[in-house]
């Protein structure tokens, strides 16, 4: 059934997929065309059923189709689907984001984490009538136009240093610096630092596979940017409310200009949200003269299924379980791993993940680019065909939610372990 509709998708939607990670393309064979999901499941259309790391890319932090957030979302829909006018949820879910995240005085709703980001770089340019923009190497952070350079996720997956299509005079704003260098980071604000609007960072990268950025590095970038009075942009759509309730920058202990999220906060609808400080968000139209707007902004079933989403992460012991289980998840493979001589090691912060086939935890995109891709392949396929669905690629961060049990996680372990026997 996956292969025919595979074929069929292929006829008419090309490469079969909506965004380039879901067609294989990495990793080879025939994706799963996904019918149904629920809690830690997910079904494929042959009626197979997996056990789901990808959680739709981090959405799925309470399981999927929780029963108390699917009830919001079709209250919200017998009250209509979409006006185009401002509705009192909005502001429910802005004050309830804030108070999770205290350095957001101000917030915007949008539909995606690419308008989120696009935005968010747009009012740092805005802001400070300057043009430059810092990203990292690996990082990803939506595809639009300017942040389309040596980006990762799908663009890793490909090779592709960057986007056909995007104009070098756009790209030539955008300053790439390796992740983790402080002496690279120093440097770049020493030569051009009047002329820089913005840096955004992935503060725990989750496009290249899961790789931390140093304490030493985010203090830094913290201060080069005061000193330079250039805006620093958390962009958090992956591991905002995923890695601890108030995100990386509540790990880190930094106050950022601005965030962007996403993922989360919609629970699985498109929702997603730039904030920070009133200062410059103000500099946001109509009060301001930096444009952004939308039709489906802050859309009520999204603002209904976001809502109810933020209010089960935050029952007690939510993310102390979220990270036990993505701990035991992280260790369990990694013994198992060991057992059988295999190179690998699995690193883990609150419900993300990341799986290296090395010795040592990558620090940077080049770390990455030098582990064993083809172990990776190997592990994937020979997972998928136990029932077990990690992301198919070895640069993506994997993600448990609150519907995996112990149980679960120990059964992955368990298959893992006959997965490596094999592969030594
Ligand atoms: N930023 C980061 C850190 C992301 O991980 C992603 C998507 N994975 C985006 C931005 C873009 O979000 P979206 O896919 O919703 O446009």
């Known amino acids: 059934m996956n292969e025919q509709l595979f074929e069929r998708a292929k006829q008419i939607i090309p490469a ?3 965004s380039p990670v879901r067609a294989f393309g990495s990793v080879g064979g025939i994706p799963r065309f996904i019918a149904k999901a629920q809690g830690a499941h997910v079904w494929d259309a042959n009626g197979t059923q997996y056990i789901d790391y990808v959680g739709s890319w981090g959405t799925a932090i309470v399981g999927h189709a929780h029963p108390e957030v699917v009830e919001a979302v ?5 009250g209509g689907l979409s006006f185009g006018a401002p509705t009192e949820g ?22 995606s984490g690419t308008e989120a980001t696009m935005t968010a770089i747009r009012l740092a340019r805005g802001y400070t009538g300057r043009d430059k923009i810092v990203k990292f190497e690996g990082c ?9 350079v040596k980006a990762g996720s799908g663009l890793l997956t490909f090779g592709n240093p960057s986007s056909a299509g995007v104009p070098s005079d756009l790209t030539q704003h955008t300053i790439v610096l390796p992740y983790n260098d402080v002496a690279a980071l120093k440097q770049a604000f020493d030569e051009l630092g009047e002329q820089i609007a913005g840096v955004i960072l992935e503060p725990i990268a989750g496009n290249m596979n899961l790789v931390r950025a140093t304490p030493e590095f985010v203090q830094t970038l913290r201060q080069v940017t005061e000193q330079n009075g250039a805006v620093l942009i958390y962009d958090e759509v992956m591991t905002g409310f995923r890695v601890a309730l108030g995100g990386a920058q509540s790990l880190h202990g930094i106050t950022p200009d601005l965030t ?4 989360v906060i919609g629970g699985g609808m498109p929702l997603a949200a730039f904030g920070g400080k009133k200062e410059i968000m103000d500099c946001i139209s109509p009060l301001g003269g930096v444009y952004q707007a939308g039709t489906l902004s802050g859309n009520p079933v999204a ?8 209010e089960i992460i935050q029952r007690p012991d939510f993310y102390e379980n979220l990270s036990a289980r993505t701990q035991q998840l992280a260790q369990g493979l990694t013994s198992a791993a060991q057992a059988s001589g295999v190179d690998f090691c699995a690193d883990s912060v609150g419900g993300m993940f990341g799986l290296y086939f090395a010795q040592q935890f990558p620090q940077t995109y080049a770390d990455m680019m030098a582990s064993n891709v083809d172990g990776f392949k190997q592990f994937f396929h020979a997972m998928l065909n136990k029932n077990v669905a990690f992301g198919p690629s070895a640069y993506e961060a994997g993600f448990v939610s609150a519907a995996h049990t ?3 996680i120990e059964e992955t372990i368990e298959i893992a372990k006959h997965v490596f026997a094999q592969m030594k």
């Open 16 to 18: 079969g997929v909506n």
């Open 74 to 78: 079709q209250a919200a829909a017998l």
């Open 90 to 111: 909005e502001i429910a879910i802005a004050e309830e984001i804030a108070k999770i995240v205290p350095s957001v005085q101000r917030l915007r709703l949008v539909s």
């Open 140 to 148: 990803y952070h939506g595809h639009s136009d300017s942040l389309l």
């Open 260 to 263: 962007t999220m996403g993922k």
């Open 303 to 310: 603002v209904a299924a976001g809502l109810k989403t933020l």
């Open 406 to 408: 112990p149980e679960l």
